[in-house]
């Protein structure tokens, strides 16, 4: 099922993030694209707002991978810009996490994909500056 959603600001953004994070179900894989500051983190807060995570959330770059636990699933939130090759993504429990009790979210998942499970949700974010410095597309499929 494939659905584009039209966002005018970061609150778009994290309030339909929000949705999809209430509406995740244990074992849920979502692969998050987007060029970089078109709001993958605003998107990944949303996300996790949405399964009842308070707790300040960041862009895990530099450690790719970052669990949090209090919500009402497990949130596995990968950052997988700075990986080298999908043998390192064993080192973080990829295997474990991705398709298990949790709900993974992967940002810069195309640079992983032969790992990526076949059911895994597609999220691409776009900008269109011709329609507002704070516009996006978010296509979900």
Known sequence: MEELFESFSREDTFEYAKKLGEAAKPGDVFCLSGDLGVGKTV????????LGITEPMSSPTFTILQEYTEGRLPLYHYDVYRVGDVDEMEETGFYEYVGGDGVALIEWAELIEEIIPKNARHIIIKKDVEKGFDYRTILVN
């Open 43 to 50: 998107f990944a807060q949303g996300f996790g707002a949405g």
